[in-house]
Nanobody, 118 residues
Framework: QVHVVESGGGLVQAGGSLRLSCTTS??????IGWFRQAPGKERGFVAS????????NYADSVEGRFTISRDNDKNTVFLQMNSLEPEETAVYYC?????????????WGQGTQVTVSS
């Protein structure tokens, strides 16, 4: 089983940027995805990337502003977030996925808090 640790969250003003990191406990060929959960809302899909980085998938709401990337030598997946909006305040999680379109494992990390101030 692959365990993940998310980092890189913080407080940023609207329009600002953050880069999140997701480090896995071992090398994995799995698709890795990012999700987010705002207070009082369900966890939702943000972006995913396959092992070779050839294919990725984004939620419509972040397309063009967020970029997912992967460094397999470091067992790390990144999420570069630009032009952040206050409604994107949430805890951001990563996980292994069955496909680019979903199917996360049952084990979630602690997540990393992203707060976007207006």
């Amino acid at each position: 089983q692959v365990h993940v640790v998310e980092s890189g969250g913080g407080l940023v003003q609207a329009g600002g940027s953050l880069r999140l990191s997701c480090t896995t406990s071992r090398r994995t060929f799995d698709v890795i995805g990012w999700f987010r959960q705002a207070p009082g809302k369900e966890r939702g899909f943000v972006a995913s990337i396959n092992w070779s980085s050839v294919s990725s998938n984004y939620a419509d709401s972040v397309e063009g502003r967020f970029t997912i990337s992967r460094d397999n030598d470091k067992n790390t997946v990144f999420l570069q977030m630009n032009s952040l909006e206050p409604e994107e305040t949430a805890v951001y999680y990563c996980n292994t996925l069955r496909s680019l379109y979903g199917g996360p494992s049952e084990t979630w990390g602690q997540g990393t808090q992203v707060t976007v101030s207006s």
